[in-house]
């Protein structure tokens, strides 16, 4: 007998083995066909990549790490960040310099920690949680530049990494300087293609084909280096090939700031953009339709009263493969405002969407963006509020939600604070978020869905930098903190079947 034949007979033997063990099992009085509710248990591993935040020298970058107490979660754990290689240089595995100390060190659940960076030189991170600091780990990096190109506040959530990621609002145009940063956590090497689409369709280029990015390395390229075109209204289309990787849009502006655009909800017929700044003076919006199919897409607002359509702009036409980009001006009219995005009647066509949000006047404006995104679900988490310029936005498009959000401790000390609000369908307010009582440093708001319709969430930060009211918008997602695990117990009779 060939060592093939003995390999496959040990491997049938060790799958039996294991479906043996894995085997659910139906009560006995049971009917044939019921099914036990899947459990839901604390994740016990969690993943995080963050893109180097500038390479201005003026940059100051703040790092905030927090996991909210999770209920069943292992006692014990560790999260770590470290910092990836510049692969564009290197070419090799990364490595941490030794000797670096890390950006920030995560403490234990229900109390934020942060770190600082100054500087052009600092790097992407690697980020790896276990045991109690996996669920629902959250990390984020926000960075203020005083002037030149992209000067403003420029926030981002570390992300977990992937393998499709779409990014409508991007641009080539003058004055436009935009970075795809691609980060690998892997030990081996992933390929990844850059796909551009303008007004006119697909763009050109051979550049963005089979990008290799090397094993814990970080690689950032510039989107005018991908394609002559220059265009105003973008969409980035980064697939992997091989591996996973983590990626985020640097949007940066000669006069109108800049800030980061992160991945956009996947294509769906129908969208939800939350938390538009109630004073934005601008608000510009960008889709894209994947498929070969035109989109008709109606266009509401969300308001504290309800829904309305805004406008002149009822209805939107995508055409297939294109980029299309709408202009809806000071569209909040000074409330709290949330896009809803549907089919019209007869034509559900998957689209992905992002706006640009202007704020300010003259050489004061400043530019955010806000993609669409996912319900909030279970629980989100967002960090690096203060007391003062933090505003939470909660939109409920459909149903009526009530939520809790709860104000944790203050990284430097402060008792958490909870309070619970309820969302009236077809609106979106921003709500007077709880505080930590006698907050020092920063805090974390977690947002827990309790009853009612999906909600959808959103925070933005707004400081003092270069003598303007900078922004930046994170929305809120599910933070996955725990899987479903179905019951099961070991049946050996399958071994006689």
């Known amino acids: 007998m060939n060592r093939t034949t003995l390999s496959l007979i040990a491997g049938t033997a060790a799958l039996a083995a294991v479906t043996a063990f894995a085997a659910v099992a139906a009560p006995e009085d049971a009917a044939p066909d019921a099914a036990r509710t899947a459990a839901r248990l604390p994740v016990e591993r969690s993943a995080l990549l963050c893109p180097a935040p500038s390479a201005s020298d003026l940059a100051e970058t703040a790092y905030t790490s927090f996991t909210p107490v999770t209920k069943g979660a292992d006692g014990k754990g560790t999260a770590t960040l470290t910092a990836a290689a510049d692969g564009a240089r290197t070419g090799t595995a990364g490595q941490p310099k030794k000797g670096a100390k890390p950006a920030v060190r995560p403490t234990a659940p229900g109390t934020p920690a942060t770190g600082k960076a100054t500087g052009a030189g600092a790097p992407a991170l690697l980020g790896t949680a276990e045991g109690a600091q996996a669920p629902g780990w959250t990390v984020q990096q926000t960075t203020e530049v005083g002037a030149g190109t992209g000067r403003g506040l420029l926030g981002v959530d570390c992300t977990a990494p992937d393998t499709e990621f779409w990014f409508p609002g991007a641009a080539t145009s003058a004055g436009r300087t935009d970075y795809v940063h691609l980060t690998n956590p892997d030990d081996s090497a992933a390929v990844v293609d850059i796909d551009l689409y303008g007004k006119d369709g697909t763009l050109k280029s051979t550049v963005g084909d089979g990008v290799t990015v090397p094993p814990h390395a970080t690689d950032a390229l510039l989107l005018s280096t991908l394609t002559d075109a220059e265009e105003s209204d973008l969409t980035v289309h980064v697939g992997v090939r091989s591996g996973r990787v983590g990626a985020a849009v640097q949007a940066l502006d000669d006069k109108l700031g800049g800030d980061w655009l992160t991945a956009a909800a996947d294509p769906s017929a129908d969208l939800v953009l939350p938390g538009i700044p109630k004073d934005a003076t601008d608000v510009r919006l960008v889709l894209f339709t994947p498929g070969g199919t035109d989109a008709d897409v109606k266009v509401r607002l969300a308001s504290p009263n309800g829904s309305f359509t805004p406008a002149g702009h009822e209805t939107v036409h995508v055409k297939a493969g294109m980029t299309t980009a709408v202009d809806l001006g000071a569209v909040t009219r000074g409330e709290a405002g949330s896009l809803v995005l549907s089919p019209t009647a007869g ?3 998957p689209v992905v969407a992002a706006v640009r949000v202007l704020r300010g ?3 004061k404006q400043e530019s955010g963006f806000v993609p669409a995104t996912a319900p909030v679900g279970a629980r989100a988490t967002t960090v690096d509020n203060a007391a003062k ?15 809790r959000v709860t104000a944790s401790a203050g990284s430097g000390g402060g008792t958490p604070a909870t309070r619970t609000f309820t969302v009236k369908g077809g609106s979106s307010q921003d709500v007077a978020a709880p505080v930590p009582a006698g907050l020092k440093g920063t805090y974390a708001l977690t947002v827990e869905t309790l009853s009612g319709g999906p909600l959808y969430a959103a925070r933005t930060l707004t400081r003092p930098v270069g003598g303007a009211a900078a922004f930046t918008v994170q929305t809120l997602r599910d933070d996955r903190g725990t899987v479903a695990v179905p019951e099961a117990e ?5 071994l006689q079947r």
Not at 393 to 401: K, V
Not at 490 to 494: C, P, Q, R, Y
Request: charged residues 15%; without cysteine; aromatic residues 0%.
């Open 389 to 403: 310029g933090t505003t939470l936005s909660l939109a409920a498009p459909g149903q009526t939600a009530q939520v």
């Open 490 to 494: 070991e049946d050996l009779s399958v």
């Open 347 to 349: 034509r559900s066509v």
């Open 361 to 363: 006047k003259g050489a």
